[in-house]
């Protein structure tokens, strides 16, 4: 379903009944990639994925995409849709980082997290320079060389050699991703904002879900996050790259509903 926003649309879906879930995918990826969530949850939850702006079906703004930007768009999606009560917010890797947008600046939109394979500190000044980097790579050969490098890094072993149907899907799914999207989320992850001093203001209860095999954000992350956040708890999932949800749907399908059951 599409909804109108800044002359062009964000492409959303809906599925299921119970409490509200928000989720926020990863860059450069689609709402797709939640559909083992969707198809699992539904039956305790109004499940919501949408694609964010430049991303899966959704209009190919110019950006930047600031992480502020994103987390307008959802909140402005979440009113549109008429969801008047706080919601389970559950992002992967940039959808973290837009999730901690949207509690610095909405928090009482946000019932509870789930941050999935994320982190909450900016772009190192060598990492920025990667970006740059990328960025130019974009503009000279469209999303081919991104999805080549990125792929690897973004499964465990196991996942490389045992599923290779999900390694293509996502590998096509970011060869889809369009210049004007690759360009402004690059962009907006390169000049995000510290949020490891929310970390200690978050009040809401907290989910972390991070891979043990996760080569693009490290656990240690994770744990950190862990330490800082009162109400928060770390579920690490072995033989889980950076999309745990992916590699391992059964297990975090079961973290989820366990964590939910306790939101109601
Ligand atoms: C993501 O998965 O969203 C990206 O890898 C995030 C990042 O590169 O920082």
């Not at 928000?22 to 797709?32: E, Q």
């Not at 502020?68 to 917010?89: E, N, R």
């Not at 599923?163 to 999207?181: A, D, E, R």
């Not at 996050?225 to 579920?235: F, P, R, Y």
Request: charge should be negative; charged fraction near 15%; hydrophobic fraction near 40%.
């Amino acid at each position: 379903m599409k909804f109108n926003i800044d002359n062009g649309f964000l492409e959303y879906e809906i599925v299921g009944s119970g409490i509200p879930v928000l989720f926020i995918h990863g860059y450069p990826l689609s709402r797709k990639i939640w559909s083992p969530q969707l198809n699992n949850l539904s039956n305790m939850a109004t499940t919501i994925s949408v694609d964010l702006r430049g991303h899966g079906d959704s209009f190919p703004f110019d950006g930047p995409y600031t992480m502020d930007l994103l987390a307008d768009d959802c909140i402005k999606l979440l009113d549109y849709l008429q969801v008047f009560s706080p919601v389970v917010v559950c992002g992967l890797s940039m959808g973290g980082y837009v999730i901690m947008a949207m509690y610095n600046k909405y928090p009482e939109y946000v019932k509870a997290m789930i941050l999935t394979s994320t982190r909450p500190g900016p772009d190192s000044p060598e990492v920025k320079i990667t970006r740059d980097i990328s960025i130019s790579s974009v503009h000279q050969h469209g999303s081919n060389l991104i999805a080549d490098n990125m792929l690897p890094n973004l499964f465990s072993s196991v996942t490389l050699t045992e599923k290779l149907q999900l390694v293509n899907q996502i590998h096509s799914m970011m060869l889809n991703t369009s210049v004007q999207g690759l360009v402004g989320a690059l962009q907006g992850i390169r000049d995000r904002p510290d949020s490891v001093p929310l970390l200690s203001q978050i009040r809401c209860p907290v989910l972390i879900i991070h891979g043990t095999d996760d080569k693009i954000v490290p656990i240690n992350e994770a744990e950190m996050m862990e330490q800082q956040i009162s109400n928060s708890h770390l579920v690490k999932i072995k033989n889980a790259g950076h999309l745990p949800n992916l590699e391992q749907p059964d297990i975090y399908n079961q973290t989820v509903r366990d964590f939910l059951r306790n939101q109601d």
